[in-house]
């Protein structure tokens, strides 16, 4: 995990995957909906990047008192992403905002400026794109493109996560140490 100091992630309530990468001014609000014997709880998967100033905020109910994201997402700058359940291979583009208690599926991506209003489910390999004019027109998206997606991901994580790269986020970061 490389959880850059300046990001707002509480390690005691979130446990971060293998790899999964979180900038400066990055952030993980959690938020219980009622008070409960148990702290809130998020579990974020492996090869995660969270880019500076996204935001994801979740809402813990007594219902779900934990809230899984899955592996392999990216959370672009600026986005704020409220949904209560997000699978693997997602790209969320920078200030696309994703409602309070959306579902999101696997092989998605939620493009620039996209709002998905509280509760939608989003199927796996759905593209949600907003238009000049502001409509959002969703597509289904094709195997290359999902293959493509992936390599820039991990071209992504082996950046930040490799010694040998001059990006290399302990290098040019001070990182937090889980509890």
Known sequence: MYVCDEAEVDLT???VGYKSVFHPKAAVEIYPSSPSSSPPYVTIGERNI????????L?????????????????????LIKAKSIG?????????VVGEGAVIGNCCVIGAGVEIPPLT???????LVRLPDGR????????????????????????FT??????????????????
């Not at 809402?59 to 700058?77: K, P, V, W």
């Open 121 to 127: 489910v989003v199927n796996d390999n759905a593209i």
């Open 59 to 79: 809402t813990i109910t007594a219902e779900q008192g934990t809230i899984t994201i899955g592996d392999n997402n990216l959370f672009e700058s600026g986005c």
């Open 88 to 96: 693997n291979n997602n790209w969320f583009e920078p200030k696309c």
């Open 13 to 15: 309530q979130v446990s």
């Open 162 to 179: 490799e010694s040998t790269s001059p990006s290399y986020l302990p290098r040019n970061h001070r990182m937090k140490t889980a509890p």
């Open 136 to 159: 959002i027109i969703q597509r289904e998206q094709k195997e290359y493109a999902r293959k493509a997606k992936q390599m820039l991901q991990d071209k992504y994580i082996d950046a």
């Open 50 to 57: 969270v880019d500076d100033m996204a935001i994801i905020s």
